[in-house]
């Protein structure tokens, strides 16, 4: 018999389900929880098992859970994930883990007290495109990194800024906490820490107090440079990301369905200079990021290893979206 997990989920939104989607074959869903209780009975239904509750705490003291999904809004995110490690449970909580650092810091401090595994959601390490993007990487072909350019947005849609993602202590912030902690997190994950931090947040379009657009610079001990654009007022959505080394440059466009096939150019620079060599990989396949990552959650907890997207790397990039906002003059909680 393979490893196998018994799961909770907490919050059975649209991430809640993809989740679910993506619990590795032998696992399954033992409680399904949301304050609005309809949503976690739709989850059982498409499980086909456990039960539906709407009390966090009853989900994540479950004798039978071995693991609990944070899937939560933002706000809710820290309280759930403390609840469930001091339960004893091993959770994986989506990015952005919490609405401060001071949050992030008070879960790392449980998280070695009780010795659990915590895993952050950051789902695009796992696209295919960013897998063979540090293949190409650690192979050493690019040699030195130089920098980082990349956009991410999308366009809204009626009635944007009344969701919750508007109202900032639901949210913690606007695009930048959303979108924004992707590319972040991207950047730091190739280029290493950043000792700089630059730009700015700003609302130009939608009526909200969180951002639609934010401006980052970033730069390592060793000048190099990760250059951030994301938005809601992108209208048509986008994604791009351009690693630049020196003998090499990797763009990696679109993520599949509204953003595009996912494709990674390989641009291999000849002895003579010119016109580079061109490999492009395209993905057409569904996203099967949730469900990698999740694999990954699993062989974390069973082989006892610290993930390498957890709580201090969830910390690295909340801390610069604080210092972003505080020098943009947005309240950060």
């Known amino acids: 018999m ?6 909770a ?13 993506g619990l590795p074959s032998g696992s399954k869903l ?34 039978q859970v071995d693991a ?33 650092v001071q949050q992030i810091d008070e879960l790392i401090v449980l998280e070695k007290r009780h010795g659990v595994c915590v895993r952050v959601g950051f789902n695009h ?31 809204g849609r009626i009635g944007y800024d009344k969701e ?20 972040i997190d991207l950047a730091g994950w190739f280029l290493g820490e950043f000792k700089q931090v630059d730009g700015h947040a700003a609302t130009y379009f939608w009526k909200m107090p969180v951002d639609d657009n934010a401006f980052l610079s970033l730069r390592t001990a060793k000048n190099q440079t990760a250059w951030l654009h994301v938005s809601c007022t992108e209208w048509k959505n986008l994604f791009s990301f351009e690693i630049y080394g020196r003998h ?15 494709k990674l150019f390989h641009y291999q620079m000849r002895p003579e200079m010119g016109i580079p060599g061109t490999r492009v990989y395209e993905f057409p396949g569904a996203d099967e990021s949730w469900k990698i990552e999740m694999t990954k959650f699993e062989e974390d907890v069973q082989s006892k290893r ?16 604080e210092t972003i906002y505080e020098k943009s003059g947005f309240k950060t909680l």
Not at 2 to 7: I, L, P, S, T
Not at 70 to 98: D, Q, R
Not at 306 to 321: H, K, M, N, S, Y
Request: with cysteine; proline share 3%; charged share 20%.
């Open 164 to 183: 919750w993602r508007a109202d900032p202590k639901l949210s913690g912030g606007g695009e930048l906490i959303d979108q924004g902690i992707h590319l």
């Open 2 to 7: 393979g490893w196998q997990m018994n799961y």
């Open 125 to 155: 390490r796992f696209h295919p495109a960013f897998i063979k993007a540090r293949e190409i990487f650690a192979s050493g072909v690019m040699g030195e990194l130089m920098f980082i350019r990349a956009r991410y947005g999308h366009g």
């Open 68 to 100: 609990i999904v944070v899937a939560t809004i933002n706000s809710a995110l820290a309280e759930v994930a403390s609840a469930a490690i001091c339960a004893g449970k091993h959770i994986i909580v989506e990015k952005p883990a919490g609405i401060s």
């Open 30 to 63: 033992v409680v399904a929880c949301d304050t609005n209780l309809s949503r976690a009975e739709e989850l059982v239904n498409l499980a086909q098992t456990g039960r539906a509750v709407s009390d966090f705490k009853i989900a994540v003291t479950d004798p």
């Open 306 to 321: 610290t993930p390498d997207a957890g709580l201090a790397e969830a910390r690295t990039a909340l801390q610069i979206v």
């Open 9 to 21: 989920i907490v919050g059975c939104g649209l991430i809640g389900k993809k989740r679910l989607a």
């Open 248 to 262: 090499t440059k990797l763009a990696i466009e679109g993520l599949g369905g509204s953003y595009g096939v996912e």
